[in-house]
């Protein structure tokens, strides 16, 4: 079976899984990779069970929160996608665990591991314990491309996706707030959308049967990023940046200038086309979301503290700062 002639297109990924898969192999490395893609999901599960049984409950309960709804988004991008796992599609895939019967976009592995990292960094608070907790999480999604189940892509979507469904179960769950204040983390699973979805474009795998109503890529470059704008006001409870003789609000400068970079991008990919109406999509959901967060914000300035105060929280698992918000966490 020779490579997928449309996964051709994506040299870096079929090479970056060859190099992993069928180079950089050895016996230790098989066990060591067995072990830590089989024992990792139960592994996680029982770090939330020990904090939970250890006074650390809504940390514990945020890593058991986050890595259902980890499974949940998987299971959803897994049929979205519809992405074919690497034995099917690249020729001399080496095979050390039968292959999982579900698609191979996104990595769910992935996710679980750096939604769980993520809030025991957010937890902990220090540099080096970061490193460790990430560095394990990245040992996860490597063990799937050395297995050959997922290609890297999957693995770099699945990061994503972890890393912002642990940050907001954290800030949704642990950090003690208003539900006004508390809405801003929703931000993290917004970008990463976006960057799972850009993802998806480059990779030829947007379910465009379900896309084919008209101007559906105007509306959702609409609504990708004018909610990002809206969460993005929210955390940096409004914060302008001075241009010249412009302040400019940062939630709208931000998400703009990375959606023009994009766009200017498109034009190296044999998959995408640069589009400036695009790009005017971008800027219209931009300006209405902000306008809506502006409003939101307003009526909620009524309640002292709520926008733009600082304060440290104590976790239970080491100190926790977040920016913006002034209250106590949880127990």
Known sequence: MGDSPSFKKDAM???LLKFANQTLVSPALDVIMIAISKAGIPLLLMVGLLLWARGKRRIGEAIGLAIGIGLCVTFIFYYLALRARPEFVVE???????????????SGHTVAAFSTATILAMARRDWRWTLIFLGGAACMGFSRIYLGHHFPSDVLAGAFLGTAIGATCFGLWVVESTWRSSVRWLLWPQIALIAVVTQMAYLDALPWNLLSWPFADKVLHCFLFGAVAFWLNLWSA???????????????????????VEEGLQSFSPLRSADWTDLVADLLGL????????RFMQRGHRKVGVWGSRGVEESGCGQVGVAG????SRP
């Open 13 to 15: 990924d079929l090479w």
């Open 92 to 106: 001399g895939v080496r095979l050390l665990l039968p292959t999982p019967i579900f698609p191979s976009f996104p």
């Open 287 to 294: 300006v209405l979301f902000w306008q809506l967060s502006v």
């Open 238 to 260: 409004g914060h302008k940046v001075k241009i010249g003789p412009w302040l400019l609000p940062l939630a709208l400068l931000l998400p703009f200038t990375v959606a023009a």
């Open 325 to 328: 918000i002034g209250t106590r």
